[in-house]
């Protein structure tokens, strides 16, 4: 039910359940953290919410993947499904977000990927990287110096 509330973004039904939930422990229905479901839902003001309260913004979630993982992926993805030139304002907001709280976006995780290698994996050529890295500049302080293309990482 927590869940569903999250994914939906609503936010009162959260604040007013979440008394019975440990933030950083996946909720029994669908094996998901919080931050996950609300990363994955869309809702910036309920990762705001749950950032607040003490979600770790670092924590392998699933996978070996942090919650910016789950962001980026989510960002660049959803660029592709959707047939969009940029990734949707709201992503850009949780991943602004994240990064506000800490997220480490070269974080080395068990997966062994950190997350901004993703940019990497989706990117066939220097052009389509350099097309990647100029969306998450303006969220990602100093991102050029933290990440560069690699031929061949698809």
Known sequence: MLN????????EMVKRHF???IVNTPAE?????????????????VVDFLIRIGADVNLEV???????????????????????????????KIIDL?????????????GGETAL????????????FDELLGFFREVVPGIDSKIQFRKGER
């Open 98 to 110: 994240l990064i506000q709280a800490g997220a480490d976006p070269v974080k080395q995780v068990s």
């Open 29 to 45: 229905e669908g094996g998901m953290h919080p931050i996950q479901v609300a990363i994955e839902g869309g809702h910036p003001d």
């Open 62 to 92: 699933y996978a070996g993947w942090t919650p910016l993982h789950h962001a980026l992926d989510l960002a660049i993805d959803g660029m592709i499904q959707c047939n969009l030139d940029r990734p949707t304002p709201e992503i850009m």
């Open 19 to 21: 008394h019975t939930t």
């Open 4 to 11: 569903s509330y999250i994914f939906d973004g609503n936010l």
């Open 117 to 128: 290698e993703l940019l990497n994996s989706y990117s066939a050529n220097q052009e389509g």
